[in-house]
DNA sequence: ATTTCAATACGAGACGGACCGTATGTCAAC
DNA sequence: GTTGACATACGGTCCGTCTCGTATTGAAAT
């Protein structure tokens, strides 16, 4: 009934040995023959963890990268939002990003993956974000009746700018970024 | 010199192949292999015209999907962003939005590519944006003084949800990001 | 307490198949 | 007759599955 247990080690070797793979030689050149061959286990020994390298990768990610997620508390709504935008988006220059860039290339092309990147990985960014919001409105800085279109007018221009064009997350964006969710986000809906 | 001319008829068949099969079987489901098969064609000849099955859709879109975009004069910068986003968002909801997110797939993962897209179908959404801000500015509607910056705020939760809930873009979306917009962009940058 | 047994994990490898990208010929158009 | 389009053939990578033999667990039987 319950047989042998999986090795822990085995689950950490695999997850290191995609991000290492792809950092290396990046996601075109991440297989899961690769990832079996690094972590020095047999094939059949991933595919029992994970359907795909895209699922590798996503656990990987969701484990330690945003579990040091910042939740500031300076005052105000326009505050709280650059500090968050500023650490996230330096977050996202080196591995990181290019782990996050590979993970909407999947999803893209699988419905399935979609949903569960949304649930282990975006769901959870914008549920920092709305508490944020929550905090602005409780003080009166919030009177946009729409939290979920306030939080894709802040990770929206976040992703169109890492898929395409990385660099231009810079803090001066982070903070010009926040200005403008903040701004709207004051205004009611008419 | 001169040598056999190409046939633009393969051409033609080429791009119609691609759209078809990415329509019928998802662009996981696209290869240059299959492209070749559907279109009666060798290898060959695919690889004569196009460096990857991506190069192919870009070109297939590029061609025709965009050469009708309404560029509308409602007489204000918020009608006129409602006017485009919605048809823009509309022509997103078939077979147009899957290859939109391929095209999206293949750029995050090869640099090249990704400039490629940007400058044969990116800049030129942006460039219709960017009309509508100038007609804005010279009504004294717009007083933000980086268009690039409000673009990103356009196009950016288009992206987003295009990625990960197409079906989110509706024309309520559209206005309600068009209204954003419009009033972000009246605003003068502190 | 020891033995037996079912269930599961693991390493190793083989397999058919899809697709890649290229090299080698043939032939049509100028 | 030179150029380049076109078709065929080929080696290589990765996929996802399957089969072995072995190892590790808990539970049931002795």
Redesign the pocket.
């Known amino acids: 009934?319950?047989?042998?247990?999986?090795?822990p080690a085995?689950?950490e070797a695999i997850r290191r040995a995609a991000v290492d793979l792809t950092e290396q030689h990046g996601y075109r050149?991440?297989?899961?023959?690769?990832i079996a061959a690094l972590s020095?286990?047999?094939?059949?020994?991933v595919?029992?963890?994970y359907?795909?390298?895209g699922e590798v990768v996503l656990d990987a990610l969701a484990g330690y990268a945003f579990t040091h997620l910042p939740t500031p508390d300076t005052g105000s709504l326009r505050g709280d939002l650059t500090a968050l935008l500023t650490a996230t988006f330096a977050g996202q220059q080196g591995v990181n990003g290019t782990l996050n860039r590979a993970l909407a290339a999947e999803a893209v092309q699988d419905q399935a993956f979609a949903a569960l990147l949304w649930e282990k990985l975006i769901a959870v960014r914008r549920e920092s974000v709305r508490e944020l919001l929550a905090r602005g409105r409780a003080r009166g800085e919030v009177a946009h009746p729409d939290d979920e279109f306030l939080l894709d007018l802040v990770y929206g221009p976040m992703w169109y700018r890492l898929l395409f064009d990385p660099a231009a997350l810079t803090p001066a964006y982070a903070a010009e970024l926040a200005r403008s969710v903040a701004l709207v986000a004051a205004g009611t809906r008419p």
Chains 1, 2 share one sequence.
């Not at 009934?1 to 090795?7: E, N, S, W």
């Not at 050149?29 to 690769?34: A, F, T, V």
């Not at 020095?40 to 020994?45: D, F, L, R, Y």
């Open positions: 009934m319950t047989g042998r247990p999986r090795d085995v689950d050149g991440l297989s899961m023959e690769g020095g286990v047999s094939k059949q020994t595919y029992r963890r359907r795909s390298k």
